[in-house]
């Protein structure tokens, strides 16, 4: 692959589940733009199912950028729309990511993950077992 050029079609790339730590409410999927492990930058289009959730978070690597392609991204209790842009510096909380009706989102972020650890520090606790 061309590192200092690449053109794609995001709709020619696989949309595929992805487990995020404490996501609730459905099956989140990403689609994998862009992964530039020299630059340490990854791009992606995050798929936020209607009703989905992702706890409150922070992100120790770097920071993170989000482009609401289509779709209504709740982020802390703010409803954005298409077009919407947040960013986040590393090591800031931010979250919980949110969405009614299902979401795309368009995401930039540094080096998130390396030999399979994915650098995502909760910051909300995890509900516990149910009790009855």
Not at 57 to 65: I, R, T
Not at 82 to 106: D, I, M, N, Q
């Amino acid at each position: 692959m061309d590192t200092e050029r690449l053109r794609l079609l995001a709709d020619g790339v696989a949309a595929t589940p992805f487990a995020i730590p404490g996501a609730t409410g459905g099956e989140f999927r990403i689609q994998l733009l862009n992964e530039d492990a020299a630059r340490g930058v990854v791009t992606t289009v995050v798929h936020l199912p209607a009703g989905g959730r992702i706890p409150a978070h922070s992100h120790g690597a770097g920071a993170e950028m989000h482009y609401v392609l289509e779709g209504d991204l709740i982020e802390g209790g703010e409803t954005l729309g298409p077009g919407a842009f947040l960013t986040h510096a590393a090591g800031v909380v931010h979250g919980p990511h949110e969405s009614r009706g299902g979401a795309r989102v368009l995401t930039v972020q540094q080096w998130q993950s390396r030999d399979g650890d994915f650098d995502f520090q909760p910051a909300e606790a995890s509900p516990g077992p149910e009790r009855g």
